[in-house]
């Protein structure tokens, strides 16, 4: 057992969670921490249905005062929720999957995304780093309610249009708080939303007390990127 005695998963060229249509009930799918090296993806999860959650805890709460460059670590660099390392694909590869918790993780040098979310409503990352993926560092299309906290995006894209966030369709009431973004190729936080979940409530994005610094001049030095249209609902707050 691991963290809070919730079992850990550590494996090697191989998935550490592979949750596939299945159901998750209110008693919810807890681990303390889960590492993967090698393999496509460290977490996949597709077509879970239930009103549950999937938690990946780590050790303590989440800590705004965490140094920067360490987020999501512990000692040796490992986080205490898990370290994902060199997987081939996406490191968290999620569709059509409901509240999702990544605590204390460390997601480090993937073949795609770090994270990848299709039509998921309740993302959580928290006190976790992201550090060199070649696409994105965070990808959502149809991403309901993403929080971010006490986190960074680290080297994320090696060309044109590779972004730290790539946010296709951010519905609901999403934020990133306390958060470095660093060293991204495109831009630091692209939002690109043609529908709405409200005529009378806007879709709502706040980005509070963090940094986005160090674009790629190449690609273009973007902190933000926000396009509206269609019957596109949306409020950004900076």
């Known amino acids: 057992s691991g963290a809070q005695g919730l079992s850990t998963v550590n494996t090697t060229n191989g998935r550490a969670i592979n949750i596939v249509n299945s ?7 807890r681990f303390g921490s889960v ?10 999860m597709s077509s879970i249905a239930g009103s549950g959650a999937f938690h990946v805890t780590g050790i ?17 660099g490992n986080g205490s929720g898990g370290t994902i ?4 694909d996406d490191h968290v590869k999620l569709a059509s999957v409901n509240n999702v918790v990544l605590r204390h993780m460390v997601l480090q040098t993937s073949g795609d995304d770090g994270i990848q ?24 299309t149809n991403l309901s309610n993403l929080t971010v906290l006490n986190s960074e995006i680290i080297e994320a894209g090696n060309g044109i249009g590779e972004d730290a966030f790539n946010l296709n ?24 939303n043609a529908t709405k979940t409200s005529v009378a409530t806007p879709d709502v994005l706040m980005i509070r007390n963090s940094a986005i610094t160090d674009s790629d001049a190449l ?6 990127e926000f396009t509206s249209f269609g019957s596109s609902n949306f409020s950004l707050h900076v």
Do not use: C, F, K, M
């Open 23 to 29: 159901t998750i009930g209110v008693a919810n799918v």
């Open 35 to 44: 590492s993967s090296n090698g393999g496509d993806h460290g977490i996949n």
């Open 60 to 76: 303590g709460p989440s800590d705004p005062t965490i140094a920067v460059g360490t987020r999501g670590r512990e000692g040796t």
């Open 85 to 88: 390392s060199n997987s081939t």
């Open 117 to 140: 979310a299709s039509t998921v409503n309740g993302l959580v990352l928290d006190n976790s780093r992201i550090h060199t993926a070649p696409t994105h560092g965070v990808r959502g």
């Open 169 to 192: 369709e951010l519905l609901g009431s999403s934020s990133i708080t306390n958060t470095i973004i660093d060293e991204h190729q495109s831009q630091g936080v692209y939002i690109n």
């Open 219 to 224: 690609q273009g030095e973007i902190g933000i």
